[in-house]
């Protein structure tokens, strides 16, 4: 019974996504391009791609983007 377990850990971590363990940053702002500079430079700090995954505007801009490779 414990090799069914461990071997269905190994199979459910193999078939894990690699976008999982991607890094989010968020930034805030009074505009969508000064929101969008504070990300594209915390990702160029890091060498890294990003990719917005959100905005929103409430008296300011809150963006969230993944860091990636």
Same mark, same amino acid.
Do not use: R, W
């Given at each position: 019974?414990? @090799?069914?377990?461990?071997?269905?850990?190994?199979?459910?971590? &193999?078939?894990?996504? *690699? %976008?999982?363990? !991607?890094? @989010?940053?968020?930034?805030?702002?009074?505009?969508?391009?000064? &929101?969008?500079?504070? *990300? %594209?430079?915390? !990702?160029?700090?890091?060498?890294?791609?990003?990719?917005?995954?959100?905005?929103?505007?409430?008296?300011?801009?809150?963006?969230?983007?993944?860091?990636?490779?």
């Amino acid at each position: 019974m414990k @090799s069914i377990k461990t071997f269905a850990a190994v199979i459910a971590f &193999a078939v894990m996504p *690699i %976008a999982s363990f !991607a890094q @989010s940053v968020t930034a805030c702002d009074t505009t969508l391009d000064g &929101a969008e500079a504070q *990300i %594209a430079a915390k !990702a160029h700090k890091l060498g890294e791609q990003y990719t917005i995954t959100e905005a929103y505007n409430n008296n300011g801009v809150h963006m969230t983007a993944e860091l990636h490779k």
